[in-house]
Structures are given as structure tokens and as C-alpha cells.
């Protein structure tokens, strides 16, 4: 992959946003994987100098704006997340795809925890398990990446 730079991973992050907006509906809504958090994962991994904790609570706002949901829920998800990501980033690069998968979902995990420790909060009833199924899929489109050849920064297959 070339260099990283400002202007890749903001355009990356404008087209999960992109994606974030459309219209979903049905299935497809409840399975849709948090596009915006991926990325930033990925940038966390890849590029933690250009991508940090202030990037995850900025797109977070954004998120949280463009959605209409409660304002600053989504900042504070990706916050937290964005900093179980930094504190293992240098340990993460050493992970095989496997490993490196379970803590991606693990991270996605996290926010989907916080988000619903938020929505309690405000009243909203618990749909069950089928509301962390954006998780799974978002490690079934992590997984894709990988298969790819998206360098997410593990070690080479086979080792």
C-alpha cells in the first residue's frame, strides 16, 4: 500500500460516511456493519500517527449528526473503542489475521456495548441479540479486506 497520507485516510473516512448514509432498510439495517468505525480501526492500526483518539470523537459527532440520534453518543463509542485500539496498537501489529479478527471484533464489541449502555439509559427497550449482529458483519467485511489483501498490519499468512 503507498504511503499514508491526510488526504487518504479523510477520503476514507468521508465514504464510510458516504456509506453510513444510505438509504438501508429491512434486514440490511439491522445486519449494516459501522462502515465509520472500521475505518477508523484500520487507520488506528495502519496509520495511528495520522488517525488517533481525536479523529474517532470527531467522526463520532459527525456521526452522531448525520444519524439524529442522541447527540454525542456515537463520539463516545468510537472514543472508547479508538482508545482500546491505541493502548494495543503496538501489540496488535504482531498479530496474526486470526488473532488480529477476534480483537476487531472484540473492538466492535465495545462500541456496540456503549451504545447500548446509552440507549438504557435513555429508555430505549433491548432488542435481543439480533442488535449485535452489525458486529458480525463487521468482521465477515474485515475478514473480505484481509482476504483482499488490505494490509490491516499483521504478519504475513503462515507465520
Known sequence: ???????????????????????????????????????????????????????????????????????????????????FAVVYQRRLVLFNHTQQLLYVFILLLISQFTLLILKIMAGAEVWGWSYFLPSLTGILLWRLAVLLGLNTGGRARGT
Open 1 to 83: 500500500m503507498p504511503q499514508s497520507n491526510f488526504k487518504t485516510v479523510y477520503i476514507s473516512l468521508l465514504m464510510a460516511l458516504i456509506c453510513l448514509l444510505v438509504p438501508w432498510s429491512g434486514f440490511a439495517l439491522k445486519a449494516r456493519p459501522d462502515f465509520l468505525l472500521l475505518v477508523i480501526i484500520f487507520w488506528l492500526i495502519r496509520a495511528p500517527n495520522l488517525c488517533n483518539v481525536g479523529t474517532a470523537w470527531l467522526a463520532g459527532l459527525i456521526a452522531d449528526l448525520v444519524t439524529g440520534g442522541i447527540f454525542g453518543q456515537y463520539a463516545l463509542a468510537y472514543t472508547v473503542t479508538a482508545f
